[in-house]
Each structure stands twice: as structure tokens, then as C-alpha cells.
């Protein structure tokens, strides 16, 4: 069974750079796309980008300018950055296993917070 | 790329039909069969609950349908039980993006 997890710090300052990494057990991160999805409190979700295994990226249009994504195979890892936080940032972040056109595995998500 | 639209709530009784409606354009919803529907229970990760517009995952119960027409994908949850409520998601295809989600539908059992 596929698990997912993400981690990185749960409080980000303003301007600062948001850093998550997922980690992927109970499978290859090889020959799949892996999507990093957000969801305000209250909010809905939003698709921010996915990354295949060879590096290939695409990304929401709407944050293209600050988000950058890479991949460890060694690792079974994925990470995401994005940059010049704000408050609107502050979410829970979700990585999922992205099967085009579907996201079949999810982790838990994780909090970051935006403050000084 | 907007989000797609879906109602803010449906409700129904134990044992009834609901349906959730999900439009978007002809780069989305309507351009292609790659519609897909989750569910996420207050403080969980989303759950695929369909895909392909009609397709079900291996152990999502049969209670749980879609369909599509034109611009507009709907999830059918049939025979409705205390544990369907939930919020719900539609997401499509949109192209280079590559996707879109829903608004979000939050289905209540009375």
C-alpha cells in the first residue's frame, strides 16, 4: 500500500520561502507524476503543480512565478518551494500520487502558517 | 483557469438520492472525460471516489455514480448513508494546467 508524507516547518514568515518534502513508502516513486495540492481553512483545494520522475514540471498558472518543484529518486522523495510567502499562503498542503488524470493516494497534509 | 462550479450544500434523508452538479467550460468539464470526484471528511485527506467522469475506484461502494452533460459533470450518491457526509470535490482536466477543482459541496444527511 502507498503512503505519503509530508514534513517541513509548520511556520513560515512573510516574504520568507515555504520548503515541503514528501516522502513516498510502500512504492517506487519511479514512472509517476506527484502533485502538491492546498486547501485554505474553510477553503477549497487547489491544484499548485506536479513533477514527473525525470524533472518534468507543470505548474497552476496563478503561482507559476513563485513555485519550484524537484524530485530524489535515490530518496523516494519530492519536494516543493514556493516563494514570497504571504498570509493567503497559509494552508494545509497535501502531496498526492497524480495518475493522470486522477490523484489516487494522498498524504495526510500538513499545516503551514504564515506569520511573523 | 477558474474553479469549477458546484452547489455550497445538498442535503437528503437516509435512503435518498443526491445529486451534485459540477460546471465548467468547454476547456475543462466539456473538452474532455477526465472528470474525477473526491471525498474529504472534516480533518482527512480526500478521497478518489470517481474518475473518468463514471469510473469507480476498487472499493468505493456502487452507492456512488457520475455522469457527464456538456459543460457539466454530476456525482450521484444513491441510497444515502450517515457516513456520506462530507465535503465533496469535482476536479477536470484543463488542458496545459492541468487541472482545475471544484468549489466544493458539503452533503448532509438529516
Known amino acids: 500500500q502507498v503512503q505519503l508524507q509530508e514534513s517541513g516547518p509548520g511556520l513560515v514568515k512573510p516574504s520568507e520561502t515555504l520548503s515541503l518534502t514528501c516522502t513516498v513508502s510502500?512504492?517506487?516513486?519511479?514512472?509517476?507524476?506527484w502533485s502538491w495540492i492546498r486547501q485554505p481553512a474553510g477553503k477549497g483545494l487547489e491544484w499548485i503543480g506536479r513533477i514527473y520522475t525525470s524533472g518534468s514540471t507543470n505548474y497552476n498558472p496563478s503561482l507559476k512565478s513563485r513555485v519550484t518543484m524537484s524530485v530524489d529518486t535515490s530518496k523516494n522523495q519530492f519536494s516543493l518551494k514556493l516563494s514570497s510567502v504571504t498570509a493567503a499562503d497559509t494552508a494545509v498542503y497535501y502531496c498526492a500520487r497524480d495518475r493522470r488524470w486522477l490523484f489516487d493516494y494522498w498524504g495526510q497534509g500538513t499545516l503551514v502558517t504564515v506569520s511573523s | 483557469q477558474s474553479a469549477l462550479t458546484q452547489p455550497r450544500s445538498v442535503s437528503g434523508s437516509p435512503g435518498q438520492s443526491v445529486t451534485i452538479s459540477c460546471t465548467g467550460t468547454s476547456s475543462d468539464v466539456g473538452g474532455y472525460n477526465y472528470v474525477s470526484w473526491y471525498q474529504q471528511h472534516p480533518g482527512k485527506a480526500p478521497k478518489l471516489m470517481i474518475y473518468?467522469?463514471?469510473k469507480r475506484p476498487s472499493g468505493v461502494p456502487d452507492r456512488f455514480s457520475g455522469s457527464k452533460s456538456g459543460n457539466t459533470a454530476s456525482l450521484t450518491i444513491s441510497g444515502l448513508q450517515a457516513e456520506d457526509e462530507a465535503d465533496y470535490y469535482c476536479?477536470?482536466?484543463?488542458?496545459?494546467?492541468?487541472?482545475?477543482f471544484g468549489t466544493g459541496t458539503k452533503v448532509t444527511v438529516l
Open positions: 510502500g512504492g517506487s516513486i519511479s514512472s509517476y507524476y
Open positions: 473518468d467522469v463514471s
Open positions: 476536479c477536470s482536466y484543463a488542458g496545459s494546467s492541468p487541472y482545475v
